[in-house]
């Protein structure tokens, strides 16, 4: 049985883009459209949007270009715990320049939008353990905000020494800083020091 077809609007922006796209791909714009239809209707399927799944998708290749893996949190705050014991100060240090290299990447790649928007989509689809994380800018300070019951005080003080680098390398210093088992509250200021900003940048670009 020959199924049915039925006349689609879309805007002429849209199918200009697509018409570009099957053309390279030697495809038709029959069978573009109904691949476009299928992945949108499997996503709402499993209760996310396009444009969710989509945001999803771009977070975890950010996280692949800086080399991340997945490690089960259990092992993970196993790892930790007896590492931490015998080099507290050398663990938190690494973490904090990773933190530094993370905002490095993210200020550069993300260069013409906001970078630490992007640094907060990026901490909420990867950090799958944390209850409620938010990054909020208040003019020239930035308000950091995790928490999660889950959360070890290893790893805890590791990933909020990780924050610390991430946005110091994004131009700021922090100011007030709260943890506890689960818990990170931190208050940083933007610097106004533009040459130590241009500093950090250059480094980042070598």
Excluded at 64 to 78: Q, T
Aim: charged share 30%; glycine share 4%; aromatic share 10%.
């Amino acid at each position: 049985m020959k199924k049915s077809r039925k006349l689609i609007l879309a805007r002429n922006d849209l199918v200009e883009e697509a018409a570009k796209i099957i053309a390279k791909e030697g495809r038709t714009l029959f069978s573009f459209t109904n691949e476009v239809f299928e992945w949108a209707i499997e996503a709402y399927n499993m209760e996310v949007t396009p444009a969710e799944a989509l945001e999803f998708y771009k977070m975890m290749k950010i996280g692949k270009n800086l080399g991340y893996v997945i490690v089960p949190s259990e092992i993970l705050c196993k790892m930790t715990k007896e590492l931490y014991e015998v080099q507290h100060e050398k663990l938190l240090e690494k973490w904090y320049e990773s933190g530094v290299w993370n905002g490095h990447y993210l200020t550069i790649k993300f260069h013409k939008q906001n970078p630490i928007k992007i640094l907060e989509k990026f901490m909420k689809a990867t950090l799958w353990n944390v209850d409620e994380f938010s990054l909020d800018i208040y003019e020239n300070k930035v308000k950091v905000k995790c928490f999660s019951p889950k959360l070890s005080q290893e790893v805890t003080e590791m990933l909020a020494k990780f924050l610390e680098g991430t946005l110091f390398s994004m131009g700021y210093t922090i100011k007030s800083s709260k943890l506890l088992r689960g818990l990170i509250m931190l208050e940083l200021e933007k610097r106004e020091d533009k040459d130590a900003k241009s500093e950090i940048l250059l480094e980042a670009k070598s």
